[in-house]
């Protein structure tokens, strides 16, 4: 007959049956010291690494531009600066924060974002504040722009959709990926915000891609894109405007033929740090144009840095994807990094007017209050997504595995 288990007799009776040494797991709360050297162990550090270095850099950046800023807006030299530094501490706090959340948790909170955010999107056309000829922000107390809290959102929201695929393949996954698109869409056109239109379109894309469309789909889509841009050209004066002088060739007043010459003036090594003279003239230096300000002060070879940087970032976040097995996972850290990295790859290539203005900061560099709490939420969220047990070994390779079965799918 077996003995019984009992607290008096485990531990003193070797004649206990061995299924009747083991206790059920017992939950814990992990104290504060603990949650940190698993946070640390599981982060990706290079990547935290990088885009602390881009902001400070950019603090740098904005120092160079404050001056030119203060002048605008008839405030003092350094004040855009100062205000820059509590909101990257702000900024960085809230990343460190929303990284320590589990991929979970993520998920919740990026789906709740984009509802809230949604929600807030459709208050923006009636009790918006408008600035500079467009509807964008609401006065909450501080200025805040739904749309820069929208996108990490919005990536979130799309990936958790999509990756209902590998539930149920009859799902229409990809029509409500479209809807959610449009409905976007057609709320930031009516600020209206090209731009913003363009890169929530472009992380569409990269995640529909990635869901496995097949490629006749993927050409339907690109259709789509295209008549859309064609769409907001007649529609929409401000896109027209744009559109027009972008091809029409600039002049000396437009703001993204100042931003040019501000950024060529420093050449190779620039002007040095508050000696640059064009950055005086070019209306928003801090914010939408602070990459003609580093090309001024600090030289060509300072701004291909910080393109490099960038392509780090991105090339890092998805590096870590390489093998992830959770397509969820796979989805949102790709639409997270598409987000930054197309955001300062627009933003770029306007200073450079190589594309017509966008009014899009630059992320991590730019000055900014809710822009750069939201780009800091975002990061966040990216640094929890690709969170990993480096202990933990994969056994398929995350995208491998799925071109894979996106090359079976079109076979079939």
Same mark, same amino acid.
């Given at each position: 007959m077996?003995?019984?288990?009992?607290?008096?007799?485990?531990g003193?009776?070797?004649?206990?049956r061995?299924?009747?040494?083991?206790h059920?797991?017992?939950p814990?709360?992990?104290g504060l010291?603990?949650?940190?050297r698993?946070w640390w162990?599981?982060?990706?550090?290079?990547?935290?690494?990088?885009?602390?270095?881009?902001?400070?850099?950019?603090?740098?950046?904005?120092?160079?531009?404050?001056?030119?800023?203060g002048?605008?807006?008839?405030?003092?030299e350094f004040?855009?600066?100062k205000?820059h530094?509590?909101f990257?501490m702000?900024g960085?706090?809230?990343?460190?924060?929303?990284?320590?959340?589990?991929?979970?948790?993520?998920?919740?909170i990026?789906i709740?974002?984009a509802?809230?955010?949604?929600?807030?999107?459709?208050?923006?056309p009636i009790i918006?504040?408008?600035?500079?000829?467009?509807?964008?922000?609401?006065?909450?107390?501080?200025?805040?722009q739904?749309?820069e809290?929208?996108k990490?959102g919005?990536?979130?929201?799309?990936?958790w959709m999509?990756?209902w695929r590998l539930?149920?393949?009859?799902?229409?996954?990809l029509?409500?990926?479209?809807l959610?698109?449009a409905?976007v869409g057609?709320l930031?056109?009516?600020?209206?915000?090209l731009?913003?239109?363009?890169? +929530? #379109?472009?992380?569409?894309f990269? %995640?529909? @891609?990635?869901?496995g469309?097949s *490629?006749?789909?993927? /050409?339907?889509?690109? $259709?789509?894109?295209?008549?859309?841009?064609?769409?907001?050209y007649?529609?929409?004066?401000?896109?027209?405007?744009?559109i027009?002088?972008f091809?029409?060739?600039?002049?000396?007043?437009?703001?993204v033929?100042?931003?040019?010459?501000t950024?060529?003036?420093g050449?190779?090594?620039?002007?040095?740090?508050?000696l640059?003279?064009?950055?005086?003239?070019?209306p928003?230096?801090?914010?939408?144009?602070?990459?003609?300000?580093?090309?001024e002060? +600090? #030289?060509?070879?300072?701004?291909? %840095?910080? @393109?490099?940087?960038?392509v780090? *970032?991105?090339?890092r /976040?998805?590096v870590? $994807?390489?093998d992830?097995e959770?397509?969820?996972?796979l989805?949102?850290?790709?639409?997270?990094a598409?987000q930054?990295?197309?955001?300062?790859?627009?933003n770029m290539?306007?200073?450079l007017?190589?594309f017509?203005s966008?009014?899009?900061?630059l992320p991590?560099?730019?000055?900014?209050?809710?822009?750069?709490?939201?780009?800091?939420f975002t990061?966040?969220?990216?640094?929890a997504i690709?969170r990993?047990?480096?202990?933990?070994?994969r056994?398929?390779p995350?995208?491998k595995?799925?071109?894979?079965?996106?090359?079976n799918?079109?076979?079939?």
């Amino acid at each position: 007959m077996s003995t019984a288990y009992s607290p008096s007799n485990h531990g003193t009776n070797s004649a206990v049956r061995g299924d009747a040494k083991f206790h059920a797991p017992v939950p814990t709360r992990r104290g504060l010291g603990e949650k940190m050297r698993v946070w640390w162990r599981e982060v990706d550090k290079w990547l935290l690494g990088l885009v602390l270095l881009l902001m400070m850099l950019g603090t740098v950046a904005v120092a160079a531009a404050s001056p030119a800023a203060g002048n605008q807006y008839n405030v003092g030299e350094f004040v855009f600066f100062k205000r820059h530094i509590v909101f990257q501490m702000l900024g960085v706090g809230v990343m460190v924060a929303v990284s320590f959340v589990s991929r979970e948790n993520a998920r919740r909170i990026g789906i709740l974002m984009a509802v809230a955010m949604l929600f807030l999107l459709f208050l923006v056309p009636i009790i918006g504040v408008e600035k500079n000829g467009a509807r964008r922000w609401l006065d909450l107390g501080m200025s805040l722009q739904p749309s820069e809290f929208l996108k990490p959102g919005f990536a979130i929201l799309l990936a958790w959709m999509l990756s209902w695929r590998l539930r149920d393949p009859e799902l229409p996954v990809l029509g409500y990926a479209t809807l959610t698109m449009a409905l976007v869409g057609a709320l930031l056109m009516l600020q209206p915000n090209l731009g913003a239109t363009i890169l +929530f #379109g472009g992380v569409w894309f990269v %995640l529909v @891609l990635l869901s496995g469309v097949s *490629i006749q789909r993927v /050409a339907a889509l690109i $259709l789509g894109g295209l008549a859309s841009i064609t769409a907001a050209y007649f529609l929409y004066d401000n896109a027209r405007y744009r559109i027009d002088s972008f091809f029409g060739g600039g002049t000396a007043f437009d703001q993204v033929d100042l931003a040019q010459r501000t950024l060529l003036n420093g050449g190779w090594t620039g002007s040095g740090l508050w000696l640059g003279t064009r950055k005086m003239n070019l209306p928003e230096a801090h914010t939408d144009y602070i990459f003609s300000v580093i090309g001024e002060e +600090f #030289g060509l070879l300072m701004c291909g %840095l910080f @393109l490099i940087l960038f392509v780090a *970032i991105v090339a890092r /976040a998805l590096v870590r $994807l390489v093998d992830e097995e959770n397509l969820f996972a796979l989805l949102a850290g790709a639409g997270l990094a598409t987000q930054i990295g197309g955001q300062a790859f627009i933003n770029m290539l306007v200073n450079l007017q190589l594309f017509p203005s966008k009014g899009m900061t630059l992320p991590l560099v730019s000055y900014g209050g809710s822009s750069t709490i939201a780009v800091c939420f975002t990061i966040g969220l990216l640094l929890a997504i690709t969170r990993r047990n480096p202990f933990l070994e994969r056994e398929t390779p995350g995208l491998k595995n799925l071109f894979e079965r996106q090359k079976n799918e079109e076979r079939t």
